[in-house]
């Protein structure tokens, strides 16, 4: 078997991973690590979003007051974005996508976008993270509102209970971080990353288990990247 390593490595042909994971699973961090193994950018549909919405253009002032009243942007809107960036010479030799595609629709125009510019199908790392575990890990977090510092009462709990350690001050939990709305963000991820994961499923998809420690999870991605592609 192939050992494909190198078709992600640096100087290897343009490769494109996209990055799918519930909130709580560490994408963030992951993804920059990611992108750091393989010295491509990341790309992130909320940074894509800002930028477009700084831009001083009638669709970046549209989008903008669309955002404003509370509207998403169009899978129209954000496949038309994510081209103008993956056809940038930043990407050339490919890229990490988080954020992105997050329907059906958007995984099929970023295959035929992708055939188009000569990159081969993507990578698809999936960053999973039982139900259970990831409501501890959003529903324990605590901030200090004075020096930002975060805590999480199960996993990294300040020394004296619900109060910083470095000035005193009383924790405070964000309001989306309470029980019944996590429940509800992690139905609704749930809910519309299901079928892109089914879609995905037929291709080089590879599943990492992300319920473990930082560094647990970078080594079992970067096993997940030594992999053979799955036929089919
Ligand atoms: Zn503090």
């Known amino acids: 078997m192939e050992n494909r390593l190198k078709s992600y490595g640096p100087g290897a042909p343009g490769r494109v991973v996209v990055l799918l994971g519930p909130p709580g699973s560490g994408k963030g961090t992951q993804g920059l690590y990611l992108a750091e193994i393989l010295s491509v950018p990341v790309i992130s549909t909320g940074e894509i ?3 477009e919405c700084a831009r001083e253009t009638a669709s970046g002032r549209a989008l903008r007051q669309l955002l404003a009243d509370g509207g998403l942007a169009s899978d129209e809107t954000v496949n038309r974005l994510v081209a103008a960036r993956l056809s940038g010479g930043e990407c050339g030799n490919g ?4 954020g992105y595609p997050r329907t059906v629709a958007q995984a099929a125009f970023l295959n035929d976008l992708l055939a ?3 990159f081969g199908e993507p990578m698809v790392l999936h960053l999973d993270v039982a139900a259970e ?3 501890r890990r959003l529903t324990g977090r605590r901030q200090c509102p004075a020096c930002g510092h975060l805590y999480n009462v199960y996993f990294r709990p300040p020394r004296r209970s619900g109060v910083c350690d470095w000035d005193g001050e009383a924790l405070v939990q964000r309001a989306d971080d309470r029980e ?3 429940r509800q963000r992690l139905a609704i991820y749930e809910g519309t990353t299901k079928p892109v994961i089914d879609f995905y499923r037929a291709g080089d998809y590879r599943r990492v288990m ?3 420690s930082e560094a647990e999870v970078r080594e079992a991605i970067q096993e997940a990247l ?3 592609v799955a036929a089919g």
């Open 95 to 98: 890229c990490v996508l988080d």
């Open 210 to 212: 992300a319920g473990q």
């Open 180 to 182: 019944e709305i996590v």
């Open 49 to 51: 979003l800002r930028a």
């Open 226 to 228: 030594l992999l053979p």
């Open 116 to 118: 188009e510019l000569g």
């Open 133 to 135: 575990e990831l409501t």
